[in-house]
């Protein structure tokens, strides 16, 4: 069973940073694409952070520059480090996971993704 567990969700303040994990596990081998995507009341979900399981990334234009992702191969883990976090980035944080290829102009289409965690809530707040 495929199953995408998201943890590290907590409330910090403005300028402050957080590391959320996703663990992945139930694909027979690592799926092509994992990241993040972000949901706020009221908006569509967002694309955050995407890596292949070579270690390829995108990162939306919001993220760059503050946002890392990276991977644990061995322990099917994908992280995404904030840093100076904002208010604006507030909202609930899903792990996503696609075990096939995503032509790259895809790759922040919500719909291309076939599995999603439960997410994991993250708020900017002074």
């Not at 972000?38 to 234009?61: C, F, L, N, Y």
Request: charged share 20%.
């Amino acid at each position: 069973q495929v199953r995408l567990r998201e943890s590290g969700g907590d409330s910090v303040q403005p300028g402050g940073s957080l590391r959320i994990s996703c663990e992945v596990s139930g694909f027979a081998e690592r799926p092509v694409w994992t990241g993040w995507f972000r949901q706020v009341p009221g908006k569509e979900r967002e694309a955050v952070a995407i890596i292949s399981r070579h270690g390829a990334t995108a990162s939306s234009d919001s993220a760059k520059g503050r946002f890392a992702i990276s991977q644990d191969v061995a322990k099917s883990t994908t992280f995404l480090q904030m840093n100076n976090l904002k208010p604006d980035d507030s909202g609930v944080y899903f792990c996503v996971a696609n075990p096939s290829r995503i032509p790259a102009e895809g790759l922040f289409d919500s719909t291309r993704y076939t599995y999603w965690g439960q997410g994991t809530q993250v708020t900017v707040s002074s």
